[in-house]
């Protein structure tokens, strides 16, 4: 799998913590975590820098409705995934 320079740079900083004989299966895992955290730390830095909700308004500035912030849920989601892949990875 080719890592983007943030996943690479997860990956770097959490191969050292891993025990044992760093396996393929391993090593994959690795990789997915560290795809899961970049996209949690992308979502959440949007989110921070967003807000929980979004105001969608019309062309005129009228307030149509406001939603959850998308990325909410995807930095949840890839929360999860990364914490249980670490949890397997033994981090």
């Known amino acids: 799998m080719k890592l983007s320079k943030t996943e690479k740079t997860i990956f770097d900083e959490f191969r050292p913590r891993l025990r044992g004989a760093f396996t393929e299966s391993k090593k994959q895992r690795l990789e997915a975590y560290s795809v899961e955290r970049a996209?949690?730390?992308k979502n959440e830095a949007k989110v921070k820098k967003e807000g929980e909700t979004l105001i969608l308004r019309d062309d005129k500035g009228v307030v149509l409705r406001i939603?959850?912030?998308p990325s909410l849920k995807l930095a949840q989601q890839a929360q999860d995934r990364s914490l249980k892949?670490?949890?397997e990875l033994g981090l």
Request: charged share 35%; glycine share 0%; hydrophobic share 55%.
């Open 85 to 87: 892949l670490a949890k």
């Open 39 to 41: 996209r949690w730390l």
């Open 67 to 69: 939603v959850e912030n």
